[in-house]
């Protein structure tokens, strides 16, 4: 796993979306796995203007997002189809067609979950996964104790994670209980693994991600066992970390033939 700690959280949108950059212009019709929350959206913001001057071009390459809310309409300004389509698909000029999002309002939710499962692999799978980390190390909605084989399927809310998105919602109690997510094992089979956090709110999950114990408490643990996993973080997000000084050591001597 590579940890990069950065100044601040324009910096790590910053390097974030020059690494998406990069695997798009290696494969222009590359798979991209979309987180949402606000970790991502600073990341988002700088691929749409790299789009807009005319830099990148992602109008062939495809996304699959990690998560969806059961029971909102896709149409709700806060379902993840809506987030997705306003803050990657609209502004990265990414082609709808080529742009899924789990389907939370399906008659059958799991038949629903093993067909996105299918679809990843059918386009090829995910060659750069981007992903957020919630305050109890969650990732998707990969609450603690998912197991690390998991696969797309239904998961209840932790009341944490509820708390934490109801500032999206008119009222706490219209944030839903229920979501379908990309499982852990899902995550796990991307080629590559971008991890974003920024400030201090997520400074112990992180540090329990990338320093702690290989453990379900903390789904985000899994970034361990993958071989292309790295952790973009601000220096609040990275207040926890015991090898702070190792980090940036390691990434201020990083050969020029591993890239940025």
């Not at 606000?38 to 990341?43: A, E, N, Y």
């Not at 993840?80 to 742009?99: C, F, K, Q």
Request: proline share 6%.
């Amino acid at each position: 796993m590579e940890v990069v700690i950065l100044p601040d959280a324009d910096a790590v949108a910053r390097l974030a979306a020059d690494r998406v950059a990069a695997v798009v212009r290696r494969r222009p019709d590359a798979v991209l796995g979309l987180a949402t929350g606000s970790s991502p959206t600073g990341t988002y913001a700088r691929l749409a203007a790299a789009v807009a001057a005319g830099e990148l071009d992602l109008s062939r390459a495809s996304g699959f997002a990690l998560d969806e809310y059961v029971g909102i309409p896709r149409e709700h300004p806060e379902s993840y189809a809506s987030v997705i389509r306003r803050t990657v698909t609209e502004p990265l000029g990414m082609d709808p067609a080529r742009v899924h999002v789990p389907d939370g309002r399906a008659a059958d939710l799991a038949a629903a979950a093993e067909e996105y499962d299918r679809a990843i692999a059918t386009a090829g799978g995910v060659d750069v996964q981007l992903l957020g980390i919630g305050a109890n190390g969650h990732i998707g909605f990969n609450e603690p104790t998912s197991s690390f084989a998991s696969r797309t399927r239904i998961k209840t809310l932790a009341p944490r994670t509820r708390a934490d998105n109801a500032r999206f919602f008119d009222d706490p109690d219209e944030v839903p209980t229920h979501c379908l997510t990309q499982g852990l094992g899902t995550i796990l089979e991307a080629r590559e693994l971008l991890l974003v956090a920024q400030g201090e709110a997520k400074a112990e999950a992180v540090a329990a991600a990338v320093e702690g114990p290989l453990s379900s408490m903390c789904p985000a643990s899994a970034l361990q066992l993958h071989r292309r996993a790295a952790v973009l973080v601000d220096e609040a997000a990275a207040s926890r970390l015991r090898l702070a000084d190792y980090y940036r050591y390691t990434y201020a001597h990083k050969p020029g033939w591993q890239g940025a």
